[in-house]
């Protein structure tokens, strides 16, 4: 069938004032402010990249030197670590061949370090491991000492060996989850199994690629590892001494250093923001120096 005829003028016609679409707004929320636009972040260097390795590795130091101090006083405060599941998944299931109802506990401990990772995760921006290169403040960081603090609380004052357990691998968890957050690399500040083996195939494959005479692969994550190990190390001396002087009490070291880390240590470390100069500055400078020429 044909179509009908479209009147000049009328609403039918494409020219018709109404007819026509509306120049689009810009989107608003509900009070009337208009949304900037999203720009897109540049991409971080990666670990090879990073003109502050020595920083990194600073930071990798402390971190381990802390998770290590923790799990030396929650061994000897509650006859179990609680920075890693590996072994602790091990015992639960010896005590569950035994019959104990320990084994209960040490499966609490593997949940709660899944939930602590599960925070990092959901808290995005709030708990990525780039706060303390970028001068931010960690929240998350920050909650993972409060836990600390709060746990020390409840083994002293409560008498509550098992929950402190619980809310120490909570921590440990979350502390873990935001150091593994790190764009140039995982740091995973609570334990080092991983690292190790990592740094094991470096080594193997820079041997065979000098043998048939190929490039060397890089190595920073092998120095990485190893001063994380000396964390490690420093981190469960520290906590044999603390332990005798204080002993539960030893776990608000590192819950302080851990909060220290997450507030005053990125505006010490983070690299100071690039000099921005606009063009209108650099115009008025050619000016001011045209003249001065023009005049001589």
Same mark, same amino acid.
């Given at each position: 069938?044909?179509? +009908?005829?479209?009147? $000049?003028?009328?609403?039918?016609?494409?020219?018709?004032?109404?007819?026509?679409?509306?120049?689009?707004?810009? &989107? %608003?929320?509900?009070? %009337?402010?208009?949304?900037?636009?999203?720009?897109?972040?540049?991409?971080?260097?990666?670990?090879?990249?990073?003109?502050?390795?020595?920083?990194?590795? /600073?930071?990798?130091?402390?971190? !381990?030197?802390?998770?290590?101090?923790?799990?030396? @006083?929650?061994?000897?405060?509650?006859?179990?670590?609680?920075?890693?599941?590996?072994?602790?998944?091990?015992?639960?299931?010896?005590?569950?061949? +035994? *019959?104990?109802?320990?084994?209960?506990?040490?499966?609490?401990?593997?949940?709660?370090?899944?939930?602590?990772?599960?925070?990092?995760? +959901?808290?995005?921006?709030?708990?990525? =491991?780039?706060?303390?290169?970028?001068?931010?403040? #960690?929240? =998350?960081?920050?909650? #993972? $000492?409060?836990?600390?603090?709060?746990?020390?609380?409840? &083994?002293?004052?409560?008498?509550?060996?098992?929950?402190?357990?619980?809310? /120490?691998?909570?921590?440990?968890?979350?502390?873990?989850?935001?150091? #593994?957050?790190?764009?140039?690399?995982?740091?995973? %500040?609570?334990?080092?199994? *991983?690292?190790?083996?990592?740094?094991?195939?470096?080594?193997?494959?820079?041997?065979?690629?000098?043998?048939?005479?190929?490039?060397?692969?890089?190595?920073?994550?092998? /120095?990485?590892?190893?001063?994380?190990?000396?964390?490690?190390?420093?981190?469960? +001396?520290? $906590?044999?001494?603390?332990? &005798?002087?204080?002993?539960?009490?030893?776990?608000?070291?590192?819950?302080?250093?851990?909060?220290?880390?997450? !507030?005053?240590?990125?505006?010490?470390?983070?690299?100071?923001?690039?000099?921005? @100069?606009?063009?209108?500055?650099?115009?008025?400078?050619?000016?001011?120096?045209?003249?001065? !020429?023009?005049?001589?």
């Amino acid at each position: 069938a044909s179509s +009908l005829p479209r009147a $000049s003028g009328s609403r039918l016609d494409p020219a018709h004032p109404e007819t026509q679409s509306a120049p689009s707004k810009p &989107k %608003g929320d509900m009070s %009337g402010n208009l949304s900037k636009p999203q720009q897109p972040s540049s991409p971080r260097p990666n670990l090879e990249q990073r003109t502050d390795f020595h920083k990194i590795l /600073w930071v990798a130091w402390l971190y !381990t030197t802390i998770a290590g101090m923790l799990n030396g @006083v929650a061994v000897l405060e509650l006859g179990t670590p609680v920075g890693y599941t590996s072994g602790p998944a091990v015992n639960a299931g010896r005590f569950l061949a +035994l *019959g104990d109802v320990s084994s209960r506990k040490i499966l609490g401990i593997c949940t709660m370090f899944f939930m602590g990772g599960l925070l990092a995760g +959901l808290g995005e921006e709030h708990c990525d =491991g780039d706060h303390i290169f970028e001068g931010r403040t #960690s929240p =998350g960081m920050l909650l #993972s $000492s409060a836990l600390l603090v709060l746990g020390t609380y409840v &083994k002293r004052h409560l008498k509550h060996p098992t929950t402190t357990m619980q809310i /120490w691998a909570l921590s440990q968890g979350l502390m873990n989850g935001i150091s #593994s957050r790190f764009s140039a690399c995982p740091i995973r %500040g609570t334990h080092t199994a *991983g690292g190790q083996t990592d740094a094991a195939l470096t080594v193997a494959t820079k041997i065979l690629n000098a043998r048939r005479g190929l490039p060397k692969p890089p190595m920073r994550k092998v /120095w990485m590892n190893a001063v994380s190990c000396l964390g490690m190390v420093m981190g469960g +001396l520290l $906590s044999v001494r603390a332990h &005798k002087k204080m002993g539960c009490l030893a776990a608000l070291i590192p819950a302080g250093l851990l909060a220290f880390s997450a !507030t005053l240590l990125p505006k010490m470390i983070a690299a100071p923001p690039p000099v921005v @100069v606009s063009t209108t500055a650099i115009l008025d400078e050619h000016q001011k120096e045209s003249k001065s !020429t023009s005049s001589s």
